[in-house]
């Protein structure tokens, strides 16, 4: 173990244990074959035998073994780090205490990657025909796709239902396949549910609720929802994460980055959508939802940001009853906003229901910075009363200040009617530095512009922007992009509540009446615009001046670094590559002259101390040539994967 960490700390390699004591073990034979070597004495019958009489041979016998031993070992670890994978340390102990459950999970993707390969395989999906980048047009592909996802069932569908929402990268034919997943997911056992509350709450059911409704409201793929009453009456949700699922995501999530690796690197549509980069959004999105405790942070801020709304309420979390696994909410007595029957019942007219849950998105977007992202009807009740209650608070949206400014800055280039105040604001939303053609960019703005009208958001508005920009090669923030799916996802809900709503003459006059301090008039965006310049515009004159004076007296001077910030960096780095190379092969040569010199003299102290030093050095040198050489190879091994 020694000889094998000395070798990887040396290297700048970290082994992990297993690795390390392989290594360990070859470094060791090596080091006790050159100790066994250098310290053996000929005995009588001719042949060699090591004789330790004291502690201080000992101690030079071992010191042998491992100096010789991690000579050895470093260039059998330079080897075994580069054919071996390297794993980030994750639950060592339970791997230890159950070996047989750790080797199950390390197999279980690559079993899962064969199912899902075999079911491919029976829908042709493999043929070279669906390999092209116009293949992802394709309705006869999106099909298959669809069939292989319901086939193979368990966490791809719940990855394929959010893929369906990515409209800004997937073709439409796409999405709407995808949209049609359907997860038959029978509802856990009593028993199951019982396991996971008390293992949470650290108490039986019965002593946490007054009571507990077995039969569950509803089951979904990530968990299930039941009724349940507090101590004091309070009726309450509690919706309890199926038993496993975490193992399920990892197992699953690891066969979707094996295939995105291999089809981005085979095949010219999954390079054109950026398969690994969305297959990693999918996987944080389906790791998010699996965090109630989030859930249910999200759920109460939400909730006191919101309650003024007038029709619109979020229910309440109990947190004293929430953890990871179990959420626990106010219950809402209501139906679906797509039940034709309740909205004709409701005493609030379905123009009004819409307006009112218009305003409330508009609100928690401009005002708030933090929204519902994931809007659709099943999310959401509406109770006799004709409130509508908002829940499900597993996706939601966050604005930065950059996106929100670049939302008004879109809003003033809309209002006024000017191309290039839109095509500024689009290229500052991408945190473009001045690389994209602004006047081509202009242009299109222009040519899409005559399609907008003045004010509002509009979900046409933002999608036509973000393909625009998409063009130019500028990527918006990943919040406008899903700013624009959750714009989507809302107009189909509000023309399901009032099919003649419009949401772009809605938002138009909402925004004007009672969001017109988030957003703003044109000319109020202009006097912000004017006031944050105004620093920068009165010390203006200030700085011409002392620029002309230094001119006229001939001591204006303009100096350059020809590297400076991160080309500094980089040319640091490979002078000291070289020089520690460098540093290396001399004391390797140098230390080889002296163990010459130690052969051929007749001294005897002299021949020990050009030993020593001779030792010492080559020692020293071959520790720097390999720590540079492990470090290039593993840069290398970087770049090919």
Not at 129 to 142: I, M, Q
Not at 450 to 458: N, S
Request: glycine content about 10%; overall charge neutral.
């Amino acid at each position: 173990m020694v000889v094998g960490k000395l070798s990887g700390r040396l290297l700048g390699v970290r082994l992990g244990r297993w690795r390390g004591v392989l290594v360990g073990l070859i470094g060791w034979a090596a080091g006790a074959t050159a100790a066994a070597l250098a310290l053996s004495e000929e005995t009588p019958g001719g042949g060699r035998e090591v004789i330790i009489d004291s502690v201080s041979e000992a101690v030079a016998a071992v010191s042998v073994v491992v100096f010789f031993g991690v000579l050895a070992a470093m260039p059998v670890a330079i080897a075994i780090d580069l054919v071996t994978p390297r794993q980030p340390r994750r639950r060592r102990r339970s791997r230890l205490l159950h070996p047989v459950r750790a080797t199950k999970a390390a197999l279980a993707p690559y079993g899962r990657l064969r199912e899902v390969v075999g079911n491919a395989r029976r829908e042709n999906l493999l043929s070279l025909r669906y390999a092209s980048r116009s293949a992802l047009e394709s309705p006869d592909l999106s099909h298959r796709l669809r069939v292989v996802i319901e086939e193979s069932g368990g966490m791809l569908v719940k990855f394929g239902q959010i893929a369906s929402t990515r409209t800004d990268l997937l073709p439409g034919p796409l999405t709407d396949e995808l949209a049609r997943l359907r997860s038959d997911v029978q509802p856990v056992g009593a028993e199951s549910v019982r396991g996971v509350i008390e293992s949470e709450l650290g108490e039986p059911v019965e002593r946490a609720f007054a009571s507990f409704e077995w039969q569950p409201l509803a089951a979904a793929s990530v968990g299930q929802t039941h009724r349940a009453a507090l101590s004091d009456g309070t009726r309450v949700v509690v919706k309890v994460q199926r038993p496993g699922i975490g193992d399920l995501v990892v197992r699953d999530a690891a066969v979707m980055r094996l295939v995105a690796r291999q089809l981005e690197r085979r095949v010219e549509a999954a390079r054109a959508i950026g398969m690994r980069g969305l297959t990693e959004e999918l996987i944080a999105g389906v790791e998010q939802e699996l965090d109630y405790l989030h859930e249910a942070s999200v759920g109460t801020r939400l909730r006191e940001n919101r309650k003024a709304d007038v029709g619109i309420a979020v229910p309440a979390v109990h947190a004293t009853l929430s953890t990871d696994r179990v959420l626990v909410m106010e219950e809402v007595v209501g139906r679906p906003v797509d039940d034709i029957q309740a909205l004709d019942a409701s005493p609030v007219p379905r123009p009004e229901i819409a307006r009112r849950l218009l305003s409330s998105f508009l609100g928690q977007v401009l005002e708030d910075g933090l929204y519902h992202a994931d809007p659709h009807p099943g999310n959401m009740l509406i109770d006799e009363a004709g409130t509508v209650w908002l829940l499900d608070f597993g996706a939601v949206g966050r604005l930065d200040r950059r996106a929100l400014d670049g939302l008004r800055g879109i809003a003033l280039g809309v209002a006024s009617g000017d191309a290039g105040v839109l095509a500024r604001a689009a290229r500052d939303l991408a945190g473009d530095r001045g690389l994209a053609d602004l006047r081509a960019l202009e242009a299109d703005m222009a040519a899409s512009l005559g399609t907008m009208e003045a004010g509002g958001i509009d979900p046409a508005l933002i999608a036509d922007l973000l393909n625009v920009m998409s063009r130019h090669e500028l990527r918006p923030p990943a919040s406008m992009t899903l700013l624009a799916r959750a714009l989507l996802t809302l107009e189909g809900t509000l023309r399901i509540i009032e099919p003649g709503f419009s949401i772009q003459q809605a938002s138009k006059a909402l925004v004007m009446e009672q969001h017109r301090d988030a957003f703003g008039t044109p000319q109020e965006l202009l006097q912000k615009e004017a006031l944050r310049t105004l620093p920068a515009v009165r010390t203006l004159p200030e700085h011409a001046e002392a620029l002309a004076n230094q001119l006229r007296a001939g001591r204006l001077t303009v100096r350059t670094e020809r590297y400076a910030g991160g080309d500094r960096l980089v040319v640091d780095s490979w002078i000291d590559r070289i020089t520690l190379a460098l540093i290396g092969g001399a004391t390797v040569v140098s230390s080889g002259l002296m163990m010459l010199a130690a052969a051929a003299t007749g001294s005897g102290s002299l021949r020990i101390a050009l030993w020593i030093l001779g030792f010492a050095g080559l020692s020293c040198g071959a520790v720097v040539l390999m720590r540079g050489a492990a470090q290039a190879l593993r840069r290398q091994s970087a770049r090919l994967d």
